[in-house]
């Protein structure tokens, strides 16, 4: 905030010198438009902000993303620019000219204010909440310099009054939704308040008397592996809906917020209780794949709109005060405006214009605000909770055609990527003097698929089925990435492929195991094309999951390596990918597809490994992965596939739980991620470390003998 003030001031302090190279004609262009032009592009920053800021949640892709951010940047920027532009026109004039274009001051702090559906692009913005303070303070104060100097005592001078108030109001909201979204307050507000547990002094008192009154006294440790919710959590949680296949919308809702002001504590950074984690697996264990998912998407709707929007504050009592507070000011000064407050022949068309254009849209903006307000879980929470069924039937048609995350996963194949036409030298040599060009290739090369139902169940069911197999949190855990293990080890294929999964750091093994699966995918795929027998669709099925699965964790390796463990998973991809160039050279003509160099992966004899010829200086795994490849096509299909898609869930379910949730958190503004489902369902089940609490609350009681 600072720094943009800095930099607005001095721009504006240059412009006297900057206009001297412009020809006189553009100079007065340059001087009536220069303020109605930053005004409505403010306008048209807010406007991008309110329809796309909720948007994002559901839409995959850079390209919203870059929209938003543009705007959500310049926004502020061109708002301060404004005021100050209009703050130093008002001491070198003094007309009434300037008192109509000073009514325009506050709008600018209701621009500053932001719209209800984006007040963080990003989760590190909401640690600058006290930046914001600083800056109501700057553009509170330096608007009532502009209200001051073109003060007139007029009608007009009085409604810049009042629209004043609402800016402050509207600007003020947005800083304690900031607040309330920072980290330290957000971890604040679900910290249980301290406790000492049970009197071990006077507990140690009793032993101690009945010892020195001459009995025997012995200690019996009891363990309450049931507890009871205390009187409170019994009044705040709605524990009597119960979710099954054929709930309703209002009980999955109610059901989906109980579970989410439990596991919020897991985005930051906080632990669960023992308690905590009976529920939810209660509930996992009597929920299908679809309704588990469902209540999922919701949950994390719910941390997206109180992380980035202004839902802690709209949601209550006093934000809903100061909201309506806001909006009858707005339309009061509008209706007095428009019946005696525009005297025409003191101000210029295009001013008036100007005039009615920001009110006007500042009023659909609140309107439109309100209809997303009524629209939105928490409305039909609320509802449901009080009993309206006839108002919960109308909002849920509304809310069941509402989209809460994009339902998609990034794509990225390495193969792929190879074989990609390169850019003339030139191009690579303006690409190398700016750092985008990795960020270019992330965009030009990533694809998003819908992830299918079939997959979500698939991973359910074998989630579920490690849940059965654990007898306390512990094991949860350990089994949550053991499939692959247990597969190779029935199979009695523990020495032919266990080196790819065991023997090899994890960005390695998701390499490899993304090569073997694009050979044999394409292998099977061409096998059936070509075959009078078709097979069956159960096995097509598994083998396009584990496809998605391969070019999801690539995507996840390339485009969003924080998300994963430690490594040197992106070293690896460019020496695999210099590799794979180097093999293709001299093939790049039109006939040479990816088959073709499917095919020729294939037909490279690797009898030697790798390593034992090029050593580790390079860290490709190509010839690696045709090995494993070469392996894997010895199997059955139904076995093939079968062992691919088993490793592939593990992977994913490993990730999932070496990730933190904060970064989690960060994702939920690019549209989701399906590992951040993954997470959340594996912290339902008890698979996560942030379950410290192994055991019910645990009791001594003294026995005299």
């Known amino acids: 905030m600072l720094n943009i003030l800095i930099s607005s001031w001095l721009l504006i302090e240059k412009r006297s010198e900057i206009h001297q190279t412009i020809p006189e004609h553009l100079q007065k262009l340059w001087y009536d438009w220069e303020l109605p032009a930053l005004i409505l592009l403010s ?134 939704a900031l607040w309330s979204a920072s980290k330290e307050r957000f971890r604040k507000t679900m910290l249980s308040p301290p406790d000492p547990g049970p009197n071990y002094a006077k507990f140690m008192e009793g032993y101690v008397s009945k010892q020195d009154e001459g009995f025997l006294v012995d200690v019996v440790r009891i363990v309450e592996d049931k507890l009871k919710l205390k009187e409170d959590q019994i009044h705040s949680l709605p524990h009597d809906y119960s979710v099954g296949e054929n709930s309703t919308q209002p009980e999955i809702l109610l059901k989906a917020h109980e579970l989410f002001e439990i ?48 839902v802690p504050i709209v949601y209550t009592l006093g934000g809903g005060l100061i909201r309506s507070f806001c909006f009858f000011l707005t339309i009061s000064v509008f209706v007095i405006f428009t019946t005696v407050g525009n005297r025409k022949h003191y ?237 293709f050279k001299g093939k790049e003509s039109s006939d040479f597809t990816k088959e073709n160099a499917r095919e020729m992966l294939l037909k490279k004899n690797t009898d030697i490994p790798p390593i034992e010829v090029k050593g580790d200086r390079s860290k490709s795994v190509l010839f690696d992965a045709c090995r494993l490849a070469k392996n894997l096509k010895s199997f059955s299909t139904d076995l093939r596939w079968e062992i691919i898609a088993t490793v592939w869930v593990d992977m994913l379910s490993y990730a999932a739980t070496q990730c933190r949730g904060p970064i989690h958190a960060k994702q939920l503004s690019r549209g989701g991620e399906l590992l951040t489902h993954i997470w959340l369902l594996m912290a339902h089940l008890g698979m996560t470390e942030q379950f410290q609490i192994s055991q019910g609350q645990v009791r001594a009681k003294l026995i005299f003998g």
């Not at 897991?266 to 905590?276: H, N, P, V």
């Not at 993304?514 to 394409?522: F, K, N, P, S, V």
Request: aromatic share 10%; glycine share 6%.
């Open 263 to 310: 596991f919020k504590r897991l985005f930051a950074d906080l632990i669960l209780s023992y308690r905590d984690g009976e529920q939810s697996k209660s509930f996992i264990k009597q929920s299908s794949a679809k309704t588990a998912f469902k209540v999922l998407e919701i949950e994390l709707g719910f941390t997206f709109d109180v992380l980035y929007t202004k």
């Open 347 to 583: 101000y210029s068309n295009s001013d008036l214009i100007i005039t009615y254009l920001l009110l006007i849209v500042a009023i659909i903006l609140e309107i439109y605000a309100v209809i997303i307000l009524l629209s939105s879980d928490w409305v039909l929470l609320w509802l449901s909770r009080h009993k309206m069924p006839s108002m919960v039937d109308f909002f849920v048609k509304r809310l069941l055609r509402k989209k809460r995350w994009s339902n998609s996963m990034g794509q990225y194949n390495l193969i792929s990527f190879c074989l990609r036409d390169e850019p003339s030298k030139f191009t690579m040599g303006l690409l190398k003097l700016c750092p985008v060009q990795e960020m270019l290739e992330i965009y030009l090369y990533t694809s998003f698929k819908e992830i299918p139902d079939k997959l979500k169940e698939v991973i359910f069911e074998q989630l579920k089925g490690k849940l059965e197999g654990a007898t306390n949190n512990k094991d949860a855990k350990s089994l949550c990435t053991s499939g692959a293990k247990e597969i190779l080890n029935g199979a009695n294929l523990q020495n032919l492929l266990g080196w790819s999964i065991g023997d090899v750091e994890f960005h390695q093994s998701i390499l490899l195991w993304h090569i073997a699966t694009d050979l044999c995918y394409a292998l099977d795929r061409q096998s059936t094309l070509s075959s009078t027998e078709s097979s069956s669709t159960c096995a097509e099925s598994i083998r396009d999951m584990c496809k998605l699965l391969s070019d999801y964790m690539l995507h996840l390796l390339i485009a969003h390596p924080f998300m994963l463990p430690e490594g040197i998973g992106q070293i690896r991809f460019k020496d695999t990918c210099a590799e794979a160039r180097e093999l």
């Open 43 to 176: 306008l048209v920053f807010q406007i991008l902000l309110i329809l796309l800021g909720d948007r994002r949640k559901h839409i995959a892709g850079n390209t919203i993303g870059l929209i938003i951010w543009v705007a959500y940047l310049s926004a502020d920027s061109v708002a301060i620019l404004a005021l100050g532009v209009l703050s130093k026109k008002c001491v070198q004039t003094h007309t009434h000219t300037d008192e109509l274009r000073a009514f325009w001051v506050p709008f600018l702090l209701l621009h500053l204010g932001g719209p209800d559906t984006i007040t963080a692009y990003a989760l590190e913005d909401n640690e600058l909440w006290l930046r914001h303070l600083a800056g109501l303070v700057i553009q509170a104060s330096g608007t009532f310099f502009v209200i001051f100097r073109s003060w007139t005592g007029s009608c007009i001078s009085i409604l810049t009054i009042l629209m004043f108030v609402a800016g402050v109001m509207k600007y003020g909201e947005r800083i304690l």
